[in-house]
């Protein structure tokens, strides 16, 4: 059964609060964003965590810090964020998460008179160990629990990006989340990547988009809803509904409820 979830939203400062808001609407999970300084892995009760679950009826998944870059140059800082994804599928492995969400940075670049270079695409074969060197820690880490890493798309995947991912995806803890928003807004640049790779999407991020605009309450745009619907469907994928307001969140919902 297609399981939907919302995110964390700045309205809903707590956890129990995002709890209840998540109960009220008969969705099935929260992705909590540790972006957010409540959400720190320092700052997560493993205890209370489950006491919220358990009260409400829901399950968690995780969205990773959106600056994370583990094949950032400096040892120092790389090795923080390694350190970070490992805690993380400790935590998941502890509260029953079976998705952790990420973004796979594209670092730094440096603009030329005519173009921009990607100092992962110029130093590929250092970028491309660094991944490998990830991808082995998470499967140390993960070992035969039931997590996987999802990684999210986020603004048009580049080259080096794309055989990155291609690392990632020959092992069975990495996975694809399909965010239709961000792909929409880069004009589909992401869509014929995940479709080449579809046996891997698992997660998605679910939000209307119109040009120039993003995060839309579902059906207040322009996207083929009902299709991608039907790609969740097949694939067995958890759907966060990932508007920023409680107000877009519930108009997505009574959306899908009455159109889908």
């Known amino acids: 059964m297609l399981k939907l979830g919302m995110p964390t939203l700045i309205e809903t400062d707590t956890l129990e609060e995002c709890a209840a808001l ?57 090795n923080g964020y390694h350190r970070t994804v490992t805690e993380t599928i400790e935590l998941a492995e502890k509260l029953n998460i079976p998705i952790i969400n990420m973004h796979l940075s594209k670092g730094v670049y440096f603009t030329l008179p005519d173009k921009k270079v990607y100092l992962f695409s110029e130093y590929i074969e250092q970028y491309l160990h660094s991944i490998m060197d990830f991808r082995i820690a998470c499967e140390k880490a993960i070992g035969n629990c039931d997590i996987k890493i999802c990684i999210e798309n986020c603004n048009g995947y580049t080259g080096f990006q794309k055989k990155g991912l291609n690392l990632l ?15 929409h807004a880069c004009g589909g640049l992401d869509q014929s ?10 997660h998605m991020h679910m939000h209307d988009a119109l040009s120039g605009k993003d995060h839309l309450s579902i059906g207040k745009g322009e996207l083929n809803i009902h299709n991608y619907f039907k790609l969740a469907v097949l694939h067995n994928c958890r759907i966060v509904l990932e508007t920023k307001t409680i107000d877009a969140l519930r108009e997505s919902v009574n959306f899908i409820r009455n159109a889908i």
């Open 193 to 202: 990547y995940i479709m080449e790779n579809e046996d891997k999407l698992c």
């Open 169 to 183: 995806l020959e092992s069975p803890v990495f996975g694809l989340t399909f965010d239709i928003g961000h792909n």
């Open 22 to 78: 998540c109960r009220e609407l008969n969705l099935d999970f929260i992705e909590f964003n540790m972006n957010l300084p409540q959400y720190q892995l320092d700052k997560i009760n493993v205890s209370y965590f489950k006491y919220v679950a358990d009260k409400y009826e829901v399950f968690y998944t995780i969205h990773l810090d959106e600056n994370l870059n583990v094949s950032d140059f400096n040892k120092y800082i790389a």
